[in-house]
């Protein structure tokens, strides 16, 4: 499957934004989906998963409470909308897919090629 990731930009703290990942291919739906995210010079980052069906979602601690993981398997989509954002949320967005929505971000197998994510405070 490809993945294709859109919707990063520069947003004030407090701002809003809409992730999108695009995929290809007829299996989207049994892919279960995840978005990490890289600072500069900082590790990859688990940010939220969402299981195949949609009916699980996972949330690192850091975002809980401000972002929504979802999907479309209709559109061959996942999105996560990311409320009142703060600085520390500046990094480059990825999504993934795997069999099982980890927060490792080496279990998963696709990897779209990234949307960047700047705000400022």
């Known amino acids: 499957v490809q993945l294709q990731a859109s919707g990063g930009g520069l947003v004030q703290a407090g701002g809003s934004l809409r992730l999108s990942c695009a995929a290809s291919g007829r299996t989207f739906s049994s892919y279960a989906m995840g978005w990490l995210r890289q600072a500069p010079g900082k590790e990859r980052e688990f940010v939220a998963a969402?299981?195949?069906?949609?009916?699980?979602?996972y949330y690192a601690d850091s975002v809980k409470g401000r972002f929504t993981v979802s999907r479309d398997n209709a559109k061959n989509t996942v999105y996560l909308q990311m409320n009142s954002l703060k600085p520390e949320d500046t990094a480059v967005y990825y999504c993934?897919?795997?069999?099982?929505?980890?927060?490792?971000?080496?279990?998963?197998?696709?990897w779209g090629q990234g949307t960047l994510v700047t705000v400022s405070s």
């Open positions: 993934a897919a795997g069999s099982l929505p980890k927060r490792d971000g080496a279990r998963y197998d696709y």
């Open positions: 969402i299981s195949w069906g949609g009916g699980g979602t």
